[in-house]
């Protein structure tokens, strides 16, 4: 059991390492490629193998946490757009990424404050 808790928490970190490899390999070879590894998801399905590794993990409940992801993807394509919005105003990658982080937070706070962000008891 000790050796499969291991693997579970490594793995979504050998899979993040091999991504961010990739995207390094990639971005003088092929653009889009970096840009589709980038993007990938592959954060989700882990953490939702992780979750289902609990003792207490039930179908209902990994979708529950679906559900979550889904809406926690809306303040990160807010962020992304803010963080392309400031770029293109020429702002530096530094502020950019903070000002898109500001915002990211400004409303995952709204939506925790409103419960939408429950998560499955």
Not at 92 to 102: D, E, I, K, N, Q
């Amino acid at each position: 059991m000790i050796g499969r808790m291991n693997w579970h928490r490594t793995l979504p970190v050998v899979a993040s390492i091999l991504i961010i490899l990739a995207v390094a390999v990639l971005r003088d070879r092929s653009k889009l490629l970096a840009t589709l590894f980038a993007t990938m998801p592959i954060n989700m399905p882990l953490a939702l193998w992780v979750l289902a590794s609990s003792s207490d993990a039930t179908s209902t409940a990994l979708a529950e946490y679906a559900r979550l992801f889904f809406i926690s993807l809306i303040p990160g394509l807010i962020w992304l757009g803010v963080v392309y919005v400031a770029l293109r105003a020429g702002w530096t990658l530094p502020a950019a990424l903070l000002a898109g982080y500001a915002v990211w937070g400004a409303i995952i706070g709204v939506l925790y404050a409103l419960g939408v962000l429950a998560t499955p008891a």
